[in-house]
């Protein structure tokens, strides 16, 4: 059973509202990504948002990570523990 699919915008707008982010399931992520970049015009608020592929699952796995500030960016990257 699939999740509900939401708007590119939307879904930004979910990323940026959220504590660090959101993790996006895809078929295409190279697509996504540009799909999403376009949408980020829209609105300069977007632009605190990086969008990153999951180094775990580069290919069907997409991060929408705020931006803490400037300085503090890499701090709020997820990455997966090693272990």
């Known amino acids: 059973m699939s999740k509900p699919k939401l708007p590119l915008l939307e879904l930004l707008y ?5 504590r660090i982010g959101v993790l996006v399931e895809t078929n295409d ?3 996504l990504q ?3 970049y ?3 015009k829209v609105d300069p ?4 948002l990086i969008l990153k592929p ?3 699952r580069p290919d069907t796995h997409l991060f ?3 931006k803490s500030n400037e300085r503090g960016s890499e701090e709020t990257h997820p990455e997966p523990s090693g272990g």
């Open 14 to 18: 979910a990323a940026l509202n959220a």
């Open 29 to 31: 992520v190279g697509r």
């Open 34 to 36: 540009q799909r999403l």
């Open 38 to 40: 376009a949408e980020r």
């Open 45 to 48: 608020d977007l632009a605190n």
């Open 54 to 56: 999951d180094p775990a």
């Open 64 to 66: 929408i990570i705020r």
